[in-house]
């Protein structure tokens, strides 16, 4: 599975691990992708969402119908 946020887009940041001694080699900086099960009530069924916390707290504002529109929007499929 992809460390991406379906809602926000959220993905890996890349950069350095740098030792004590200086020796610098990569890494990642994961999103914290979480999956959550809504109930999308216009389809009378469940979708699972892979969502970063900040996706999170934007669903819990604006609403999964809106969500899952945003998230339609962006081409991914629900």
């Not at 099960?37 to 389809?43: D, F, I, K, M, Q």
Request: aromatic share 6%; charged share 25%; proline share 4%.
């Amino acid at each position: 599975m992809s460390a991406h946020c379906m809602l926000t887009g959220a993905q890996p940041g890349f950069g350095n691990r740098i030792s004590r001694s200086h020796r610098r080699t990569s890494r990642r900086f994961d999103p914290n992708i979480q999956s959550r099960r809504y109930w999308l009530p216009s389809e009378n069924r469940h979708v699972r969402l892979r969502l970063s916390t900040k996706g999170i707290r934007t669903v819990d504002a604006i609403g999964v119908e809106a969500a899952v529109t945003r998230i339609r929007a962006r081409g991914v499929r629900v």
